[in-house]
């Protein structure tokens, strides 16, 4: 997948629901989307014994890397496994599909299954996990909605309802990760394009309230939420 730019803001629900609408007029929904709901996402985030991969990020490193289980239904089949490169603003990202069945013995720490299936993104996870000793840290799960513009390759999405657990890493099943992440009543906006964002969807997300933080659930959920 080619390098990105990602930025990230919160943004009150209200205008949510106003940029949405707007949007909605002139690009396509995701994929993925369901109705006006949107879409479930559930990630799996693994890291380090000493935890690297969050402290790089609270450290501000410039070149890191996150590696993530994600399903878009409780009862998926499959999953795939990312790993979610970052150096400054651009990020790209490495993806495989992995069946359910392997993904539950990865995350019980049977990496083995990985080699089985050919695949260079599994086959780089497989030695990230055995050299440096990755385990599962946390559980995120959220509704999104997304909109994409073909002709520009610019995708901007929403994040609301962010859940954590650091306890039950079920990432198949019903069950619902429990602590709630963030501001109530706000919603995580992610603008990614690629060499340049379009004039046009830029002056109506400057028609709205936003402030551009570094915002990760990743952080976010490690460190904990509101009840």
């Known amino acids: 997948m080619p390098p990105r730019h990602e930025l990230k803001y919160y943004i009150p629900f209200a205008d949510y629901k ?3 609408s707007m949007l909605a007029q002139s690009m396509k929904k995701d994929s993925h989307a369901k109705g006006e709901e949107g879409y ?3 990630s799996l985030y693994f890291d380090t014994l000493d935890c690297r991969a969050y ?3 609270i450290d501000g490193v410039n070149r890191r890397m996150k590696i993530r289980l994600r399903v878009y239904a409780p009862q998926s089949k499959t999953a795939k ?3 979610k490169n970052r150096e400054g603003n651009a990020v790209w990202k490495e993806v495989a599909p992995i069946s359910c069945e392997d993904a539950k013995k990865v995350m019980q720490g049977e990496y083995e299954c990985m080699l089985e299936h050919n695949n260079a993104t ?3 996870i497989y030695a990230i996990f055995n050299a440096e000793k990755y385990r599962p840290v946390l559980l995120v799960e959220y509704q999104r909605q997304a909109y994409v513009d073909e002709a520009s390759g610019t995708r901007i999405t929403f994040d609301r309802c962010i859940r954590r657990d650091t306890e039950d890493f079920a990432l198949f ?3 619902a990760a429990r602590m709630g992440i963030g501001e109530p009543q706000t919603v995580v906006m992610e603008l990614k394009f690629g060499r ?3 004039d046009w969807i830029r002056i109506i997300i400057n028609g709205i ?3 551009r933080q570094s915002i990760s659930k990743f952080c976010l959920g490690m460190e904990g939420g509101f009840e």
């Open 196 to 198: 340049y964002f379009p």
């Open 209 to 211: 309230s936003h402030s």
């Open 55 to 57: 402290y790089e990020k």
């Open 40 to 42: 479930f996402v559930r």
């Open 122 to 124: 599994l086959n780089k």
């Open 18 to 20: 106003v940029l949405s």
């Open 81 to 83: 496994f990312e790993i």
């Open 173 to 175: 099943g019903a069950n």
